[in-house]
C-alpha cells in the first residue's frame, strides 16, 4: 500500500489493512531513528520505508488521521465477496479536485429582473358575445 498508494482488495482485508498502516503513517511524522527502525520491523523493505518518511510524510503533516479511504466498488464475481479501493486520502488527484471544488462557495444566482424589455405591444382580447 505504501508503494503502490492505491489497492484492489477486499473489504474485510482493507479494514485489516487500515488497523495496520494508519499507525506506521503515524509515526512516520516524526522523523527520528527510532521511528524508521519501528516501521521497518513491520514494512521490511527500505524502498517502503524511504517513500512513507519522504513522500508521504510530508503530505499528511498536517492531518490528525484518518490517511486512508475505502471506496467500496460491488461484488466480485465467483464468491461474491465485496471488493473495495483502499487509497491513501492525499494521494487522489479525481478526489482531490472534487474536493478542492466543493469549498468554493456556489455562484449567486439572481432571478431576473422584472423589468419589462422594450414595452411589447400587447395583443388585446378580442371579446366575443353571442347575443340571441
Known amino acids: 500500500m505504501i508503494m503502490h498508494k492505491r489497492i484492489f482488495t477486499t473489504v474485510a482485508k482493507a479494514k485489516a489493512l487500515r488497523v495496520y ?4 503513517i503515524t509515526k512516520s511524522k516524526t522523523d527520528s531513528t527510532h521511528s524508521r527502525r519501528m516501521a521497518f520491523a513491520l514494512l521490511r523493505n527500505k524502498y ?5 518518511f519522504g513522500d508521504i510524510s510530508q503530505k499528511v503533516a ?8 475505502i471506496i467500496k466498488t460491488g ?3 465467483g464468491d461474491a ?3 473495495c479501493f483502499i487509497e491513501l486520502v492525499d494521494y487522489n488527484a479525481h478526489m482531490a ?3 478542492a471544488d466543493a469549498s468554493k462557495p456556489a455562484a449567486k444566482r439572481t432571478r431576473r429582473s422584472r423589468a419589462k424589455k422594450a414595452e411589447a405591444p400587447v395583443a388585446e382580447k378580442q371579446e366575443t358575445s353571442t347575443e340571441e
Open 21 to 24: 498502516v494508519e499507525p506506521i
Open 48 to 52: 517502503a520505508v524511504k517513500e512513507l
Open 62 to 69: 498536517d492531518r490528525p488521521g484518518g490517511y486512508t479511504r
Open 75 to 77: 461484488y466480485r464475481l
Open 81 to 83: 465477496a465485496a471488493m
Open 97 to 99: 479536485k472534487e474536493g
